[in-house]
């Protein structure tokens, strides 16, 4: 009997169970499963999506988007995309497909519109998630995965308003899972999954041209492949006749990824072949956001943040089985590939083990040891939960055929430890809806530790709540002055959002006549914002787990005087986005 169809020793079982055959008896009904879960998480998200608030990126993004639109309806006479903001320096391919959604959507409004096409790419990205568990490990765990993905709170919090991170996390996702599948296949993989893998990695760089690391996956993936196949021969000539053959498939993937990025991303498209790379450079050192922020404690600046900043965010942000379970798949997965990565029977599933470690551990290594400028968490490095998830899942999933070997109540036991860990996190989501993605977890005693400590609420989605419950007070409290009174607020939010979710009878302290006072302030945890006024009454908290998130503060009585409108001088100084609503 063949060394395959028997029972892998235990150092040699990670590899040999990656990259399985078709053959699962139990394929149909963890599919099914799959397939199911899938459909119930686009139905709480088509559910919940209007419940989500307005966050500080979607109006320049909405914005971009429109310009993009009318660089390509004023037959690129309009260039006012080609110098916006810094946006430019992104590829816009969700921002354009956000303004060509919310034309055919234009009933439900702009920002409802685009968190509905922001959900449905999210869980594109669950879906995503599930692909790559399945063709690394089987569909079981695919179904893990995916599963996991989806009670990640930070990802699930940031599907719906988050219109960079999550789109980009979306495609890294897919296109690990095809580049995965390409490399089951090599040397030969089919011209239908280089081309939805070329399709997969330009739509990434359309939204964040870091998306580069892909193509740098494939290459690593083709020359090691075509090194091993020359190594075993024992020929150098079968190595560059190898080189030769993937070499195009590469080139053939690389260039189909670089016109779909171009598509939406008109600089760019000017000097195709050097903007990108100077986009790169840039975003690189991007050096324009200067902020203190909560750390461990301590207030710091962003710009001198040490090694630990990302270790920690993804060590107390993710649920508790994820982070040990990627600890120790990562050991176990480095360990099978020094033992076993340079045997005949095994190398594809190396090579696919390989990028998936790389994945996930490389660009924030690189971040690190760059000492790149990072803030508000790991939201820039969001697009790691995909494979993560799916490192942890083929992890699980292994577990769980070493526990069906010891007999069926340990298998029992095992996954009945698994859906307590994951009803209690969908338990933690339920409570923290809609912000779920200022999850942490008991490693820090949950969102209560994390404030004060760590960035929570550094997107402002809470302030939509906080000015729904200041509406609820004064209509419970005083009904008939509010009805016949102008209230002015202030507060850390601008006035292009707060006018969303506040009646016409409330203005922006900015909207004051000369000599009005303030009459409420709302404010989150960014800058220590919700700590002002520290003596005016709370008359409305956001809160979830013993957290605050939003304070509402009446100033009445105070004397706190209104600001006066900015000088039209000052205004002028710097473009500010237009209002896609």
Same mark, same amino acid.
């Given at each position: 009997m063949s060394s395959t169809s028997t029972?892998?020793?235990?150092?040699?079982?990670?590899?040999?169970?990656?990259?399985?055959?078709?053959?699962?008896?139990?394929?149909?009904? +963890?599919?099914?499963?799959?397939?199911?879960?899938?459909?119930?998480?686009?139905?709480?998200?088509?559910?919940? +999506?209007?419940?989500?608030?307005?966050?500080?990126?979607?109006?320049?993004? /909405?914005? +971009?988007?429109?310009?993009?639109?009318?660089?390509?309806?004023?037959?690129?006479?309009?260039?006012?995309?080609?110098?916006?903001?810094?946006?430019?320096? +992104?590829?816009?391919?969700?921002?354009?497909?956000?303004?060509?959604?919310?034309?055919?959507?234009?009933? /439900?409004?702009?920002?409802?519109?685009?968190?509905l096409l922001g959900c449905l790419v999210g869980v594109l990205g669950l879906a995503g998630a599930w692909r790559l568990g399945r063709v690394l490990a089987g569909p079981r765990a695919g179904l893990l995965a995916l599963i996991l993905l989806t009670l990640s709170p930070v990802y699930w919090g940031h599907m719906f308003n988050n219109p960079k991170d999550s789109p980009f996390a979306a495609a890294y996702a897919w296109s690990l899972a095809l580049l995965i599948a390409t490399i089951a296949a090599l040397p030969r993989p089919s011209r239908m999954v280089l081309a939805r893998l070329a399709l997969a990695v330009g739509l990434a760089l359309s939204v964040r041209i870091a998306g580069l690391v892909l193509i740098c996956f494939l290459g690593l993936a083709l020359v090691l492949f075509a090194a091993h196949a020359g190594w075993i021969r024992r020929s150098a000539a079968s190595t560059w006749a190898h080189l030769r053959q993937l070499g195009r498939v590469g080139l053939g993937v690389t260039a189909g990824a670089w016109l779909v990025m171009l598509i939406g991303w008109p600089w760019a498209q000017l000097d195709p072949l050097r903007r990108p790379f100077i986009a790169l450079a840039r975003m690189s050192s991007f050096d324009a956001h200067k902020r203190k922020m909560p750390f461990a404690g301590e207030e710091i600046w962003n710009f001198d943040i040490g090694w630990d900043y990302l270790p920690r965010y993804f060590a107390l942000q993710m649920p508790e089985l994820v982070v040990l379970a990627l600890i120790f798949g990562t050991i176990y997965a480095v360990h099978a590939l020094i033992r076993h990565g340079l045997g005949r029977a095994h190398h594809r599933a190396a090579l696919a083990l390989l990028v998936l470690l790389l994945s996930i551990w490389l660009p924030p290594l690189y971040a690190i040891a760059r000492g790149s400028i990072l803030y508000d968490g790991y939201r820039h490095f969001l697009f790691l939960l995909p494979p993560i998830c799916a490192l942890v899942a083929v992890v699980l999933d292994r577990g769980l055929t070493r526990l069906g070997r010891v007999g069926r109540p340990a298998l029992a036991l095992g996954t009945a430890l698994l859906l307590a860990c994951g009803l209690d996190v969908a338990l933690q989501m339920r409570r923290l809806h809609p912000h779920e993605y200022v999850y942490f977890n008991r490693f820090i005693g949950g969102l209560a530790g994390a404030v004060d400590n760590y960035d929570t609420d550094y997107y402002g989605n809470s302030f939509k709540e906080a000015f729904a419950g200041l509406k609820q007070h004064l209509w419970a409290t005083e009904p008939e002055r509010y009805l016949g009174t102008i209230y002015h607020y202030g507060g850390c939010i601008s006035p292009r959002t707060a006018r969303h979710y506040t009646p016409p009878n409330f203005r922006g302290s900015r909207e004051a006549p000369p000599g009005a006072m303030v009459d409420f302030f709302a404010g989150y945890q960014r800058h220590r914002c919700f700590k002002r006024h520290p003596t005016a009454p709370v008359v409305y908290t956001v809160e979830r787990d013993g957290?605050?998130?939003?304070?509402?503060?009446?100033?009445?009585?105070?004397d706190v005087p209104a600001k006066r409108k900015r000088k039209a001088k000052k205004s002028k100084k710097k473009q500010a986005p237009e209002d896609p609503a």
């Open positions: 029972t892998p020793a235990a150092p040699a079982s990670l590899l040999a169970g990656l990259l399985p055959g078709p053959g699962d008896p139990r394929a149909r009904w +963890y599919d099914g499963a799959a397939w199911l879960w899938l459909a119930g998480a686009l139905a709480v998200a088509l559910w919940t +999506y209007q419940d989500y608030g307005i966050t500080w990126d979607e109006s320049p993004h /909405l914005a +971009y988007g429109t310009r993009i639109h009318r660089w390509y309806t004023s037959g690129f006479h309009d260039r006012a995309a080609l110098t916006f903001r810094t946006n430019y320096f +992104y590829g816009g391919g969700f921002d354009l497909l956000g303004a060509l959604f919310r034309r055919l959507a234009a009933p /439900l409004g702009a920002y409802p519109a685009i968190h957290g605050p998130l939003n304070l509402v503060k009446d100033l009445r009585g105070l």
